[in-house]
């Protein structure tokens, strides 16, 4: 990560700010010190000797404009400065994966992999305004030496001494009460205006604060419980919350304690102790400073639907979600839909249902969006509209509603479907796109790969397939692999294209898996590796990708990391020639010709010569006059269904 921070300085020195560092800080990933995948690939594929000098001086130019000094971290720090500190202590998990275990994946662990003490250093004097003295830094790392090959004992003892003086570092300077509670009642009423970011944001930061109200620790949990904004889901963390401002008396809480022991999210199920907090916090509820709480109506109106604390009241309940409701809160404009949608204690109404499906919508409830997205794509209360529905899925996928992946998919295929690639299909791709939304990015990638109703521009491909390739969609992930090997839209770079077949030949995708195989076969950008591109071939074969069994049918037929076998040979070239390769339609003529792997059989060689020589292949059209001069003097009757199938699977059918 330093590497990469480094080179954004070249770009622009105004991205390494505190609100910046905030954001990464807020990711569970960052939190945890769990990587994606590909973001942990392409930092450690940066990690080598000369691009560690370029950092470290890119730093060193930075921190001599923006050094912070030790006196700076005061009682008068600013928020946005405690804010950077105190979010960095869940992120301590992070740096120690880092630092301690080096996890980098098994293609990368066989290079060089050094992080030098300096380009680490500047990072932290950067983030804390201080440097670890010098005897920690020497018994932190030895210079220029992998991070394995640091010595156990006392270089380990030099480990902990070091995590434990950052975590000092990382201590928020004390406040004072009327600060603490001020911040605090502008992290609850951002909350009530339904700006859950700024609310998560400012409240998290004072959560272990003397003085933190217990109200705003269940609001912590229930944007984490629902993910609200662009916070991920954190049942674990949620239940802490909750658990917490439960025991301090908040009534909402206490019906969530109930919720999880009942469900037993948490391993801790227990019948008994869930409807004793149900009864508790249904009671509380129903006190006058409790009951005009917005979220108080809404944690009445989920009691009186599931039966908390009382006996089950649909009625009832879609009166205190439309109270909710009427002070914008999200989660209960979305409950009031469902009652309407579904007719419980109200007579049925799609119109209604769709009503407060798009009040929760707009107020960033991801379900609610996901539920005006399925109106929109069923009809339900409003003419059906595909491509409104699929905004509204993306922008529930895109804060990690999942239940709207499925049905996404299926209507961004059946929208291609209806418009083709027309015009207005083209400009309303691109704004899903920019949603990131990684179908769509690909799709208009493609587009412009191949100038389907806009110019041709590899450049602009070449942006849109790495957005979605990054992003873990693997078609992309090919495609970008494609257009690093044949540098189209950028330079080339067959290392990078290695590196993208890679990652979506590992998630299974047959072409992928193909082209890593004659990578492989080849020796491009990689060493040479007959068994490793037999092993890429065969993956893809099995299921069934034509020019993989082709290449398999040839690894056979040569012996190439695999032993020598020719009727396996003839058997992978007759399925790619089934699916229409002409090259592997022409090799099974051969072999049928010459008796290799088969009988010899002129007829069948005949055959097979005349579907590959009609999709344009030479060597199939000179085969062809040879064997008819010899042995026939009449026409072929061809099977009008291999000929259709051939046909369509080549250019010749477009």
């Not at 004072?206 to 916070?231: M, R, V, W």
Request: glycine share 10%.
């Amino acid at each position: 990560m330093t590497l990469s921070l480094g080179r954004l300085l070249d770009k622009d020195g105004t991205l390494l700010q505190p609100n910046n560092l905030l954001r990464l800080a807020r990711l569970e990933w960052f939190r945890t010190g769990q990587l994606p995948a590909i973001t942990r690939s392409h930092l450690a594929g940066q990690l080598n000797k000369e691009n560690e000098t370029i950092v470290s001086e890119h730093f060193t130019r930075y921190l001599e404009k923006t050094a912070v000094s030790k006196d700076a971290i005061t009682e008068q720090q600013t928020l946005s400065n405690i804010a950077i500190l105190h979010p960095m202590r869940r992120a301590g998990r992070f740096m120690k994966n880092l630092i301690l275990r080096r996890e980098l994946p098994d293609p990368l662990q066989k290079g060089e992999a050094y992080v030098s003490m300096q380009s680490v250093e500047t990072v932290k004097r950067w983030m804390f305004g201080l440097q670890l003295p010098k005897f920690i830094q020497s018994l932190f790392y030895r210079k220029g030496m992998p991070l394995l090959g640091m010595r156990t004992g006392v270089r380990a003892t030099g480990v902990l001494l070091s995590i434990a003086f950052i975590m000092w570092l990382m201590q928020p300077p004390a406040e004072s009460e009327a600060e603490v509670k001020q911040a605090v009642a502008q992290g609850v009423q951002d909350f009530m205006d339904t700006k859950y970011d700024q609310s998560f944001e400012t409240l998290y930061n004072y959560h272990e604060s003397d003085y933190f109200d217990p109200y705003a620790k269940y609001l912590l949990g229930e944007i984490l419980f629902h993910g609200l904004g662009y916070q991920d889901k954190d049942l674990e963390l949620a239940g802490q919350f909750f658990g917490e401002a439960a025991e301090s008396g908040v009534a909402e809480a206490m019906i969530y304690k109930g919720f999880y022991h009942a469900n037993g999210i948490g391993n801790n199920k227990n019948p008994e102790v869930a409807d004793a907090w149900f009864d508790k916090g249904r009671k509380k509820l129903l006190e006058p400073e409790n009951i005009q709480r917005t979220t108080g109506l809404y944690m009445l109106g989920l009691s009186s639907k599931a039966g908390y604390g009382t006996p089950t009241d649909y009625a009832e309940a879609l009166e205190w979600f439309k109270k909710a409701g009427y002070a914008n809160y999200g989660p209960a404009q979305n409950e009031a839909g469902l009652m309407y949608q579904y007719g419980r204690g109200t007579d049925k109404s799609e119109s209604d249902a769709f009503k407060w499906f798009g009040q929760s919508a707009q107020n960033g409830f991801a379900p609610g969006q996901n539920n005006l997205a399925w109106c929109y794509h069923q009809g339900l209360g409003v003419e059906k509209d595909y491509k409104k529905a699929i905004e509204w899925y993306v922008k529930a996928l895109r804060q990690g509603y999942t239940e709207s992946k499925r049905e996404l998919d299926y209507l961004f295929d059946r929208v291609l479907a209806l418009d083709g690639y027309g015009p207005e299909t083209v400009k309303w791709y691109k704004e899903v796109a920019e949603h990131g939304y990684a179908p769509a990015q690909n799709s208009i990638g493609y587009i412009y790969d191949n100038g389907i109703g806009v110019p041709e521009d590899d450049r602009e491909a070449f942006g849109w397939y790495r957005k979605a390739a990054e992003q873990g969609y693997i078609m992309a992930q090919n495609n970008l692999g494609y257009m690093y090997r044949n540098g189209l839209g950028t330079e080339k770079n067959v290392e990078q294209a290695y590196r993208w077949y890679h990652a979506a030949a590992e998630q299974g995708y047959p072409p992928a898996q193909n082209n890593l195989g004659f990578l492989l076969d080849q020796g491009i950008g990689v060493k040479e590796n007959d068994k490793e591109a037999f092993r890429w071939y065969q993956s893809a074969a099995n299921q069934g990708h034509a020019d993989a069994c082709y290449n398999v049918a040839m690894m056979y037929r040569y012996g190439m990391g695999t032993p020598l076998d020719k009727v396996q040979a003839f058997m992978w070239y007759s399925r790619s020639a089934d699916q229409g390769n002409a090259m592997a339609q022409y090799e099974l003529g051969f072999m049928y010709e010459k008796g290799v792997g088969v009988d010899m059989n002129y007829t069948r060689a005949r055959e097979w010569y005349v579907y590959s020589s009609i999709q344009g292949n030479p060597k199939a059209k000179d085969a062809l006059e040879r064997l008819n001069s010899t042995f026939f003097d009449d026409d072929l009757e061809l099977d009008e269904d291999k000929l259709n199938r051939f046909f369509k699977s080549s250019d010749l059918g477009e």
